[in-house]
């Protein structure tokens, strides 16, 4: 069993940056893939970005890239969601996730085992 807790959420204005925190106390999970997902009201849950923890290999939605980055601390067993230039649709509940997807399938919701209790990220125009 994986628990994953999820911090830095907030209310933001666009253009302001943000940085989501995805902790694993007293795991020594290691070798999963990490994903942060996120899910806008009224809309299904989506792929943001995920990180291969061994390697460090990293993938982006297309409506991040170049925005965000995702980030591990192998001491802290921690990931990281750096958000730059928020913009008002990027306004969701944002979800860490931990799994062992086969290659290609990091953006898939269920090829993920372990869920966060998720954030909530607003930001306004």
């Known amino acids: 069993q994986v628990q994953l807790v999820e911090s830095g959420g907030g209310l933001v204005q666009a253009g302001d940056s943000l940085r989501l925190s995805c902790a694993a106390p007293?795991?020594?999970?290691?070798?999963?893939?990490r994903g942060w997902f996120r899910q806008a009201p009224g809309k299904e849950r989506e792929f943001v970005a995920a990180?291969?923890?061994?390697?460090?290999?990293?993938y982006y939605a297309d409506s991040v890239k170049g925005r965000f980055t995702i980030s591990r601390d192998n001491a802290k067993n921690t990931v990281y969601l750096q958000m730059n230039s928020l913009k008002p649709e990027d306004t969701a509940v944002y979800y860490c996730?931990?799994?062992?997807?086969?290659?290609?399938?990091?953006?898939?919701?269920?090829?993920?085992?372990?869920w966060g209790q998720g954030t909530q990220v607003t930001v306004s125009s």
């Open positions: 007293g795991s020594t999970f290691r070798t999963d893939t």
């Open positions: 996730a931990a799994g062992l997807p086969s290659y290609g399938t990091w953006s898939r919701l269920r090829e993920y085992d372990y």
């Open positions: 990180i291969i923890w061994t390697g460090g290999s990293t």
